[in-house]
């Protein structure tokens, strides 16, 4: 469907409703998303903690791209883009790896961990290396996690930093590590899964383990008073209890949201556990159990959970116009031991077999979107997230046309 179609249908469609089957299976739709969402947003990419060496390096691939994510020093992470300059080849074909170059097994060119060439045989005496490298694109970190930009001049990301100042530093995330990873192919556009994980009306139906120690699958129990006592709790356990809501915003912020809001856990949970018990060491400064959580946002597709004792991340991306990937990470504290202070099983138990959950309604979701008899239907009070996800994707035709 071509460019003025898609903006007319963008500007016509009716508030508060699901999108038109063609938002979820058209080619052209799918080549706009990855440019006007993907290639100008920031991006969650991993964390430091698992590059720690100079030379250290991980992929992180969507669509057709590949970035190589390197530490080149100390200090230093950068973003390369794993296409050679050469004839094209990828240059890293593992997932990770470290060396102290980056070379292209298809002619053998070499690059430094800037990206730039410092190697090529039998090019000629004349041939000049200066200036000839792997494209770096844009990174922020937000306390040791890594952010990437593909835009030329993107939504600068101290937007993020400073939107989230004062919200973020007990958890000690730079001082964390990753205890675990997992992707989670899905069989559906990556909308279909952004737009469930931006509503709590299916929590209830399809999340029995994640409901009975979580406030948001019950509307108003931010409200009430075990909110209001969570809330009185967590400035004294060393934790913010700012709200701050900058979701899905327009240009030229563009792609740099924001949020973070902490809610009670109930019926005496303290953290995202089996049985609601502690997984692990407190994270960062935090002194004790507030009996609380906190959804994060950063960037339109990079959601996060922070308890007390670890951190979930999740990322969602397109593989293609019906396959997305759900890749989570779980943090704890950096000097936490596993088997010793956390058992990973235990740890990941309750987002593993809640995404699980998830894969299955959202594919299911993607098969009733795909019959001929599918119509947009209209959102509940519950899905007001979801709605302001869909609405500023629906601007982004607009803007595009
Ligand atoms: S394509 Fe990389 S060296 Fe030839
Ligand atoms: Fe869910």
Redesign the pocket.
């Known amino acids: 469907m071509n460019k003025q179609e898609l903006a007319r249908l963008a500007a016509t469609h009716p508030k508060r409703y699901s999108l038109p089957q063609v938002f979820y299976r058209d080619r052209d739709v799918y080549r706009h998303d990855i440019e006007q969402i993907f290639l100008k947003s920031w991006l969650y990419a991993g964390h430091q903690s698992e590059i720690p060496e100079v030379g250290d390096w991980f992929l992180f691939e969507f669509d057709q791209e590949s970035v190589i994510i390197v530490r080149s020093s100390e200090t230093e992470i950068n973003a390369l883009l794993n296409v ?6 990828r ?1 890293c074909v593992e997932s990770s790896g470290c060396s102290k170059r980056l070379t ?6 070499t690059y430094d961990l800037d990206g730039e060439l410092k190697a ?1 045989a039998h090019m000629g005496e004349s041939f000049d290396k200066s200036g000839i490298g792997l494209k770096k694109i844009h990174v922020g970190m937000l306390h040791g996690m890594i952010f990437i930009n593909f835009a030329a001049d993107p939504a600068p990301f101290s937007l993020v930093k400073e939107g989230l100042a004062g919200c973020l530093e007990s958890y000690g995330l730079e001082n964390a590590k990753v205890a675990h990873r997992q992707s989670y192919p899905i069989a559906s556009n990556w909308k279909l899964a952004v737009e469930n994980y931006t509503e709590c009306y299916h929590c209830a139906p399809a999340h029995p383990e994640y409901s009975r120690g979580h406030g948001l699958a019950f509307p108003g129990s931010r409200s009430d008073q075990l909110g209001l006592d969570v809330m009185g709790r967590a400035a004294v356990c060393g934790l913010s209890d700012k709200t701050v809501n900058r979701m899905y915003m327009d240009a030229p912020a563009f792609g740099a949201d924001f949020s973070y809001d902490r809610y009670p856990l109930i019926r005496d949970h303290l953290t995202g556990s089996f049985d609601g018990q502690p997984l692990a060491p407190l994270m960062g400064s935090i002194k004790d159990y507030d009996g609380g959580t906190t959804d994060l946002q950063v960037g339109p597709v990079t959601f996060g959970l922070m308890y007390c004792d670890h951190v979930v991340i999740y990322r969602f991306t397109p593989l293609g116009p019906d396959t997305a990937d759900c890749d989570i990470t779980w943090l704890v504290r950096g000097d936490a031991e596993e088997g010793v202070d956390y058992d990973r099983e235990k740890l990941i138990w309750l987002w593993d077999v809640t995404t699980h959950a998830d894969k299955t309604i959202i594919e299911r979701n993607q098969k009733g979107v795909n019959s001929r008899y599918y119509a947009p239907g209209p959102l509940s009070e519950m899905e007001n997230f979801t709605w302001n996800f869909l609405s500023w994707y629906l601007q982004s035709f607009r803007s595009a046309a």
Do not use: E, I, L
């Not at 050679?84 to 080849?89: E, I, L, M, Y």
């Not at 292209?104 to 060119?109: A, D, L, P, Q, S």
């Open positions: 050679c300059q050469h004839r094209g080849s240059v292209c097994r298809y002619h053998g060119w090529a």
